[in-house]
């Protein structure tokens, strides 16, 4: 993949695909992602760059038919590196002699097991720095030390110590105090004797100490982070995924930033592993993480508000710049603030939105959250998972999660959530009280700490977001002319495109909601995905399209109430329903044009 392309989202949660797997209606779910040549969902974002969707199809997705693999290939370890392979972090493409035992190997992992183990675990990488990056300098002596904390659950022998090998590789010795590895209740043979054994050795040669952590019982990520943590020695807690490859210089900006400031969390540039051919990929620069309706981690641009703190800064490409939500895996954090803090909603199980409750948590009780643009780490993202939720679906997992996460931390926001999510609302009014054992502790906390409100966060942190916040509407658009509402092309991550119009739902329908200014105040018409009514030209019959937020003037529009028309600003043309039926134009406004006028219908999402 060439270095400009990628940009991941972490895998999160992939509502429309488990509704998909639910019903398994295939053929009306496939639509909704396409897919790239190497398997992953992609789409092209506001400037033009592709975006790489993490999505994950759960457990036994219909039509993911997975090979019965026996406890022998699971229990094999089949590192065997070949000189060159996967050097600099070129791919790997298997002979294709191997193609069909690779491919049955895919499904122990999720990712090609076979490219992996052709790979040494002390393979090399481009340094994808920026130049300023490359010539900072840091003095090691005022840099506090790290614990690295990698918690894993049947992880392959290679990735996980290529993660291993790539820290004790490219970090300076003096700040790793330690390597922490947390084994979440694995099965697999080779991560028993054998990888004792030999990080034992590694520890000796490297002279960094490096232990491994067992839970005998299987506690999900969550409760292995804050084993790790409450095992750790050193002044900070970097944590790690267990198929990380560092990159060179990647601690050094962690740390300089976090020595400053110690109510932080600070994250690296998180670059890409193929999960086909391992090959490394540079992501883009200047995102952050934020959410959306769903609770769905996502990668957003950085709004204008940054930028122009970026500009003030003469563009200072070392400098952190922050991040309303991390993507979770890879951070640094002071030891004692994370205790401090609170560390991690243990009652959160096995995976996910546990980035969600602690970005909020940081944010609203006072810390930042933050990314350091010079320290790049590369992440195996993978799409689907290859854990055993027990007897749960990882959606069933996700939404407890997530629901406990609104809970806490949402207000009333919470109840938007629950509008927009129907699933998340069913599950909650069926389980509630088992996934909201023990809440009055986080709650208690969230008062000790006197946090903030999370509309405090969407107004402070993250004025770009694009819930219907403050002054804004919730809304469904209805046609005068033909009595049907706005809908955004589809519930996926990528709803951007052409604007159709379908019968109006008689409750909130994600797909036809609608944030839109107060009424004569020019705005943005926005909807989930952070995707906005936009044109490209402000001539005469222009199409309407839905495209990316990006704050420009070109975006906005103005709601008559009296007339029902609404006028795109810059051309103050109007907003007109297309002869076939559902396309979008500007047209001139005309008061006797039917097509022209449109019925504001408030959505009620508070009770
Ligand atoms: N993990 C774990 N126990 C679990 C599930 C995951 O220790 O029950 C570990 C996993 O091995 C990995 C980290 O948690 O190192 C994050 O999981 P994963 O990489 O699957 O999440 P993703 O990066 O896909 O969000
Ligand atoms: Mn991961």
Redesign the pocket.
Known sequence: MPSYLPNVL??ANPSIVIECARTHKQVLCDHLFRESSNGQKEYVDKHGVHIIV?QYMGNGFPWNPQPNLTKDVLNENHYSPMKTFGENGSPVYVPSKDRSKAKELFFVNRFNLMASDMISVNRSLPDPRKAACRMKRYNLDLLPDTSII????N?AWSTLLRTVHSVLNRSPSQLLREIIL?D?ASDRLFLAKDLEEYVDNLSKSSNIPINIIRSKK?I??IR?RILGAEKALGKVLTFL???CETTIGWLEPLLQRISIDHKIVVCPVIDIINDQTFAYSRSFDSHWGAINWELNFRWFSVGHRELKRMRLRNYDQTSTYPSPIMA??LFSIWKKYFFDMGTYDSHLE??GGENIEMSLRIWQCGGRVEIAPCSHVA?L??SS?P?NFGNKQVGDVLYANLIRVAEVWLDQWKFFFYKLNPVAASIRKENGTEILSNIEQRIKLRETLKCKTFGWFLENVWPENFFPFKDRRFVQIQSMHNHECLQRPSNGPNPTGKVITTKCALDIYGPQGFVIPVVNKPGFIMTDESVCLDVNSADEHSPVLLIACSEFDRQKWTIHPKTNFIVHQKSKLCLTLGKRGSSLLLIKCRPDHNRQRWNIRDNQWSP
């Open positions: 972490r895998p993490g990698v918690v894993f659950h992880e947390v979440d299987r999900g990520l292995a995924d267990a198929h979770g895996g096995i995976w992440h993202f993978r998972s854990y």
